[in-house]
């Protein structure tokens, strides 16, 4: 048959990407401790269509995707990216995994585990003999704000915050050491289940650990910065106020 996309296309225009998006499939994400985790990603993959082509052929990404069935990981990416423009007769290639990371969590106090969740973004790009990957990790945490403990003679308002993280690496940093940067930064970590005890000790804990926005930032960039594995970072913090009809936010970047 014949085969339209390899058409010669006299626009003589190069299309930097062009490939499917949205893509739901299930991947196999590693955890720090040895074991593994299914999840469903929803991915974008696409490569560098060169002046002369009408067109790419859209199935070869799923076909890639189903070559890689069983082993699409993050951990995996380069030969992933690699085998996309081995396949398409492509000089780069791009792919996008974002998925739903679910970890173990001990109360403080009581000691009960159960499930938290944080949001994975990866994005990975090769051309012939460079592969760059950024990991991108959405985590939920609470801060307290300190101008309100130092005004009030009763407490403090308190609220929830979205920690976005974006990182470079040199070796494998695993998402569950991002994760303790960032709860580590903030006034405390969010839990799933919690018994009294640990309710109490939680409000505690959070009203001796105040902290802006900026603080978050800050001490967040102190535990990136002392990590020679990570070469960049970006990071953002967005506190939905509890007492404000809006948010704060602060953000930083960082090569190193």
């Not at 960039?221 to 990590?227: H, I």
């Amino acid at each position: 048959m014949k085969d339209v996309q390899k058409e010669y296309d006299s626009r003589n225009i190069q299309i930097d990407r062009v490939g499917v998006r949205n893509v739901n499939y299930p991947i196999i994400t590693l955890y720090h401790d040895g074991g593994t985790q299914s999840t469903i990603a929803r991915i974008s993959m696409s490569v560098l269509l060169p002046r002369e082509y009408r067109g790419t052929h859209m199935s070869r990404f799923i076909e890639t995707l189903e070559e890689y069935r069983g082993r699409v990981s993050p951990h995996n990416l380069e030969g992933f990216t690699r085998r996309l423009c081995e396949k398409l007769n492509a000089s780069e290639s791009s792919v996008r995994f974002r998925f739903p990371y679910y970890f173990r969590k001990k109360a403080p106090v009581s000691g009960i585990e159960s499930f938290s969740k944080c949001d994975i973004d990866l994005q990975a790009n090769y051309t012939v003999g460079h592969f760059d990957m950024v990991t991108g990790l959405a985590l939920s945490v609470q801060t307290l704000c300190p101008c309100s403990k130092e005004i009030s003679q009763y407490g403090a308002h308190n609220q929830r915050a979205v920690v976005s993280l974006k990182v470079r690496c040199k070796g494998l940093v695993w998402f569950e050491e991002l994760i303790a940067m960032i709860e580590e930064s903030a006034s405390s970590p969010l839990y799933t289940l919690l018994k009294r005890e640990d309710e109490k000790f939680i409000t505690e804990h959070a009203y001796e650990n105040p902290r802006f926005v900026e603080d978050v930032i800050r001490e967040l960039a102190v535990r990136l910065d002392a990590e020679d594995r990570i070469t960049w970072y970006s990071a953002s913090v967005e506190s939905e106020e509890s007492i404000h009809d809006h948010s704060a936010f602060a953000e930083i970047e960082r090569g190193k």
